[in-house]
């Protein structure tokens, strides 16, 4: 079974820059399909970003030209740089794992709280 560990986050003021981390253990890497999620009070889970197998990447609309995922398989280990913090960026940010066979893997999530 794969596990995904977030690390991470934290408090960081607003326009700060923040960069989390998931490490993957369990399963083989370098085939799955990465992603960051985010989970604020009240509200649903949502996209952020998206890294394929192949290193194709994918934005929500909100984060595009703030934050950028990125993987390397030498270390199982996918980020999501986070730049121009603001307060609706607030939120439990979830890895994500998929390789297309079965129901997706999930982190236990990391705290961003973005507050002066």
């Known amino acids: 079974q794969v596990q995904l560990v977030e690390s991470g986050g934290g408090l960081v003021q607003p326009g700060g820059s923040v960069r989390l981390s998931c490490v993957a253990s369990?399963?083989?890497?370098?085939?799955?399909?990465m992603g960051w999620y985010r989970q604020a009070p009240g509200k649903q889970r949502e996209l952020v970003a998206v890294?394929?197998?192949?290193?194709?990447?994918n934005y929500a609309d909100s984060v595009k030209g703030r934050f950028t995922i990125s993987r390397d398989n030498a270390k199982n280990t996918v980020y999501l740089q986070m730049n121009s913090l603001n307060s609706e960026d607030t939120a439990v940010y979830y890895c994500?794992?998929?390789?297309?066979?079965?129901?997706?893997?999930w982190g236990q999530g990391t705290q961003v709280t973005v507050s002066s």
């Open positions: 890294i394929t197998s192949g290193g194709s990447t």
């Open positions: 369990g399963g083989i890497f370098s085939v799955y399909t």
């Open positions: 994500n794992a998929d390789n297309r066979v079965r129901l997706p893997y």
